[in-house]
């Protein structure tokens, strides 16, 4: 039973509480900026508003930019799956899951590009064209972390994996590797959720615009789509870096929950910190960041053969 609960709570936050973290992102901005800023459940009311409106679809579109965001929102969810909560398992685990965790998230990525390409749109395709060019090293050092994490835990699956810093550290773990790996997934995470400093969500200007520029032909239930999946990868993402900067098993579930809830929406108020004390880095400075957190996974890992 207690299995099942477990389940039942890891999709129930899952489905529910991603929309939740760009809320407690835009309020720490506000919150810099000496604004009031929008409501904390401003994205669950745009939502519903989007999804009970009609959608415009250009007439050269096919049917992939139609499946673009249905493709995107599954892919990040069923990553979500993979991702243990807080010292909890994750619902679907089998050794080499880190493997398809990691194309899950470019199979979403893929469909997204696709359907911007779809529409015909050179902004679109400009914006694609940097999303997959970041995309490739984000993955290199996602990758890197994995391998460090794995060199670890000796296992290949999520859950082992990311369930070995919790004892780990007082069990002989090199402290400084997982740091290492910590900050190289916090740089992962902002350039796959499209945040400053990699891109600034809220722009709109389209010559500077990476992420949001290929969603620009999206309206109302696709647009919804492309929204909650964005927002699903962000809370995903914040799950799997919370096992090494929150490595705590407090061994009582509901505990363990309510610190797993806690731990994501600190650090959604970090991720908020970090884009109202940090401007935009220019396009061409990006790729070094990028290649700068897969080096850090590099260190870790020369770490860990000490």
């Known amino acids: 039973m207690t299995g099942t609960l477990n389940l039942l709570a890891h999709v129930a936050l899952l489905l529910v509480l991603p929309p939740l973290l760009l809320g407690v992102i835009n309020k720490t901005k506000a919150w810099f900026a000496g604004r009031r800023g929008p409501p904390l459940l401003q994205l669950y009311y745009d939502l519903v508003r989007l999804f009970r409106k ?3 679809v250009s007439t050269t579109t096919t ?3 139609r499946a673009g965001p249905v493709i995107g929102v599954s892919a990040v969810f069923l990553a979500g799956l993979l991702v243990p909560f807080g010292p909890f398992d994750a619902p679907i685990a089998f ?3 880190l493997v398809l965790f990691a194309y899950l998230l470019g199979l979403a990525r893929f469909f997204t590009a696709s ?3 779809d529409t015909g749109s050179a902004f679109e395709g400009m914006g694609a064209a940097r999303e997959v060019s970041f995309a490739s090293l984000a993955e290199v050092a996602l990758f890197m972390a994995f391998v460090v994490l794995v060199r670890l835990s000796g296992a290949l699956s999520l859950s082992p994996m990311l369930h070995a810093p919790i004892a780990g550290i007082a069990g002989g773990l090199p402290a400084a590797a997982l740091l290492l790996v910590a900050v190289a997934l916090f740089v992962v995470l902002l350039a796959e959720n499209a945040r400053i400093p990699i891109d600034d969500p809220n722009t709109h200007l389209e010559l500077t615009m990476i992420h949001e520029v290929m969603v620009l032909d999206h309206s109302g ?3 919804g789509l492309v929204l909650y ?4 990868k962000l809370f995903v993402l914040a799950a799997l870096l919370l096992h090494l900067v929150l490595p705590v098993a ?3 579930p509901l505990l363990d929950w309510a610190l797993f809830v806690a731990g994501v929406l600190a650090l959604a108020v ?5 884009e109202s004390v940090m401007a935009r880095l220019r396009l061409s400075h990006v790729p070094s960041l990028l290649i700068a957190a897969g080096v850090l996974c590099a260190f870790g890992f020369f770490f860990t053969l000490a």
């Open 115 to 117: 359907a911007a390409l």
């Open 229 to 232: 999946g964005a927002a699903v």
């Open 63 to 65: 049917w992939v930019f």
């Open 54 to 56: 009609d959608m415009v």
């Open 250 to 252: 407090l061994g009582n």
């Open 221 to 223: 239930p696709l647009f």
């Open 95 to 97: 050794p080499g899951d």
């Open 270 to 274: 970090v991720v908020g910190v970090v």
